[in-house]
């Protein structure tokens, strides 16, 4: 399998099969982005999936002139579908549909927001498209989760700023006057301490790990190994995406073998030259604590 294309070559990749759907000939793609064609050709010989985006834009602009459709039409991204044979098929845009523009869009506004109900809103369609897109494409899927990741985090980035003490963000309700108590029996108060005793005076039980009403003890087994199995299976891959990141870096790999700076020549030293008299190693006999053992038995 070819070494796959680094972040840089895919974005030249995809706006070469943008110009090429757009204008049906590979110099002229080649040349709009600055690029001689054997640089392109290069590519298309050494991955395959290139290849074959690379027919499918010619075929796709050799049918726009021959239909007669405008360019602008041809700028939009073709879609994968499967048949109801069960038979994968490369198809024209249509209009309203999702493309990569409305993926970017979603995936910027969720990494933002962290809703998905109000980033396919911003990017100009229903939810439903996206989840059905998620269904379809692991790549997009990924991508979507990452996003929701990174807007998970600032959200909570943003909230334990909140949470630090020297923010004052949410503390204007300490420098009031606190309000009466209302009036409560002795039963009243000790039930209520004691629904509270958990969460105030003792660490709570996090809510995604408890056990489930009417959940049996193997099913509570069975999904926390299934969450644990998740959280490996992401850690593995955001590994790969580090590792992915390095190599286009060219950066050398934390966990290669390490080369470790031998001494000078100098000082490598021989037999010990404490004892002038000791007689120099004989390799035939063995040595132990740094005597010969026949001179350990003599004296």
């Known amino acids: 399998m070819a070494r796959p294309f680094n972040r840089r070559q895919a974005h030249e990749n995809q706006a070469f099969l943008a110009a090429l759907r757009r204008t049906g000939n590979a110099r002229e793609a080649a040349r709009s982005l600055g690029f001689h064609r054997s640089t392109m ?15 499918a834009a010619l075929a796709l602009a050799h049918a ?3 239909t007669g459709e405008p360019a602008a039409k041809a700028e939009a991204e073709p879609h994968v579908i499967r048949t109801a044979s069960g038979r994968l098929q490369l198809r024209r845009a249509q209009p309203r549909r999702l493309d990569r523009a409305a993926e970017q869009a979603f995936l910027a506004a969720l990494s933002a927001t962290a809703n998905v109900r109000l980033s396919a809103a911003a990017a100009g369609f229903s939810h439903s498209a996206f989840y059905a897109r998620r269904r379809k494409s692991p790549a997009f899927a990924r991508e979507m989760r990452l996003a929701l990741e990174m807007g998970y985090e600032r959200l909570e980035m943003a909230l334990l700023e909140a949470a630090d003490p ?20 002795p039963g009243e108060a000790l039930q209520l301490l004691y629904l509270h005793q958990k969460e105030v005076r003792l660490q709570a039980e996090p809510p995604h790990i408890k056990r489930r009403r009417g959940e049996s003890r193997e099913a509570h087994s ?13 850690a593995r891959e955001a590994f790969d995406i580090a590792e992915a990141e390095r190599r286009a870096a060219g950066e050398p790999s934390p966990f290669g073998p390490k080369v470790l700076p ?7 030293k021989g037999w010990s030259k404490a004892d002038p008299a000791k007689r120099l190693q004989d390799r035939d006999r063995p040595m132990f604590g740094g005597w010969r053992i026949g001179d350990w038995k003599e004296k």
């Open 41 to 55: 050709v290069k590519r298309r010989n050494r991955d395959a999936a290139f290849a074959a985006e690379w027919d």
């Open 222 to 234: 069975f999904r926390l190994s299934a969450m644990y199995e998740a959280q490996q299976q992401r």
């Open 166 to 185: 020297e923010s004052y963000r949410e503390d204007a309700w300490r420098h009031n006057d606190p309000p009466p108590l209302p009036q409560l029996s």
């Open 64 to 66: 726009r002139l021959n």
């Open 262 to 268: 031998l001494p000078a020549l100098d000082q490598v």
